[in-house]
């Protein structure tokens, strides 16, 4: 993969040009997976409060005996966060990631993911001893438009691999967006003590 600086002006021209190719943020995705329990209802509070929305829950598939899951119960909660809440969500997101991603982060469709260890490290939010402090994975998807016609019931169709979304392209979107830096590998962490 080259490195996606080498071509930005090339995309940013391109999506001037043709309004179309311009890439936008189809929906964001929030999950906590807790394994069930009071632990559960704690997360689903707190995803509650972080995104103003009421969290679907998610079912095991199979059981685990070691963790002690059961098939068919609920082990984690997600909220599916789309337009300018998706936005405004991914912005404080990636304050808490101090506005750096990896590389690695990005899949070959243009669609990236990232966890934050302690949902407190999000900007603007209190710690509240009586819910803890929970983890939680980030997923964004990246689309053009027209991609709706791969999902549509009626006329159903592949997008072509000239429309689709490369992941060079994605970074360079997200970079100009939300002003991310983007790294082949993670900083040294120097301490102090």
């Not at 943020?25 to 999950?31: E, L, Q, R």
């Not at 002690?68 to 909660?77: C, D, F, L, S």
């Not at 599916?80 to 969500?89: G, Q």
């Amino acid at each position: 993969m080259s490195s996606p600086v080498e071509n930005e002006q090339v995309y940013l021209t391109n999506w001037e040009a043709y309004p179309m190719r311009k890439p936008y943020i189809s929906k964001v995705v929030v999950d906590i997976c807790t394994g069930g329990g009071e632990a559960l209802s704690r997360a689903s509070t707190i995803l509650e409060s972080l995104t103003g929305q009421s969290p679907a829950q998610s079912k095991a598939r199979q059981t685990v005996r070691d963790f002690g899951i059961r098939r068919k119960e609920p082990i984690a909660v997600r909220v599916t966060l789309r337009h300018d809440k998706a936005e405004d969500f991914l912005r404080r997101a990636l304050k808490a990631k101090e506005d750096v991603l990896l590389i690695k982060n990005w899949d070959d469709d243009g669609n990236f993911a990232f966890g934050i260890s302690e949902h407190i490290d999000i900007p603007d939010v209190k710690y509240d001893p009586q819910l803890g402090i929970q983890g939680m994975n980030i997923t964004v998807c990246i689309e053009r438009p027209g991609y709706r016609v791969k999902r549509r019931r009626t006329g159903k169709a592949k997008v072509p691999y000239r429309h689709r979304m490369t992941p060079d392209e994605s970074m360079v979107f997200v970079k100009n967006k939300f002003n991310v830096e983007i790294l082949e590998k993670e900083r040294e962490r120097t301490y102090l003590f």
